[in-house]
């Protein structure tokens, strides 16, 4: 059986603001802040739905969900990224595995990482061990090191039977 492969990379990033809940991975996580953004603001969600979209040369989120169109105000990306998903499926490819760098000071991430793999695979129908999620810090410096906004970095790798 012989694999036809396409990567695709994604990058998202959101200011934390007050009066607003931190969702990272379909997750929300207790925090002050959240992330400010026309649908829930998931990071996280966002540049893996970006990378997704990049390897079949298909655009960006903004694209299918413009921050101008009041139906995604508020929007669940988990919800989202099940339409992605679809949109990928749709076109006979099957994501092989996700890597993730999640940018940020505060607040730390470690005990809600699995729960954050989890919550992706599961929605993805992928197996745990394919969805990483690494968090890192921007060691002080700009607006992420200074605890004012969190970025994410993630490849995505698709895979496709060929015949």
Do not use: C
């Not at 990224?81 to 499926?89: D, Q, R, Y």
């Not at 749709?90 to 793999?117: A, C, Y």
């Amino acid at each position: 059986m012989d694999f036809d492969f396409r990567v695709g990379t994604g990058y998202d990033i959101h200011r934390l603001v007050p009066d607003r809940r931190l969702i990272i991975g379909g997750i929300e996580i207790p925090y002050e802040r959240g992330l400010l953004g026309h649908s829930d603001a998931d990071v996280l969600t966002h540049a893996i739905m970006d990378g997704m979209l990049g390897a079949l040369g298909l655009g960006d989120i903004g694209h299918y969900f413009p921050p101008s169109d009041l139906q995604w105000k508020d929007a669940n990306s988990i919800l989202l990224l099940s339409e992605v998903h679809k949109m990928v499926k749709d076109q006979g490819w099957h994501i092989h595995n996700i890597d993730t760098s999640i940018v940020m000071e505060k607040p730390k991430l470690k005990p809600f990482i699995m729960e954050i793999r989890e919550s992706l695979a599961a929605n993805l129908g992928l197996a745990t061990d394919r969805v990483s999620v690494k968090a890192r810090t921007n060691e002080g410096l700009d607006s992420i090191g200074e605890g004012d906004a969190i970025a994410v970095h993630a490849v995505v790798l698709l895979r496709k039977e060929v015949k």
